[in-house]
């Protein structure tokens, strides 16, 4: 799932990038596990 901004989560499009030099900095701004899942939360600052 993803979600940008104050748009909703959807499911990943699976769009990929060859180098995060594509979109800039990537931070990483949560890490949970519960229950046998682990959700990652990141932004994208950009360049």
Known sequence: ???IGDY??????GV???STKEIGI?????I?????KTTVK???IGT
């Open 32 to 36: 949970v596990s519960q229950e046998g």
């Open 8 to 13: 909703k989560a959807m499911p990943d499009g």
């Open 16 to 18: 990929q990038v060859k």
């Open 1 to 3: 799932m993803i979600k």
């Open 42 to 44: 990141y932004r994208v």
């Open 26 to 30: 990537v931070l990483i701004a949560d």
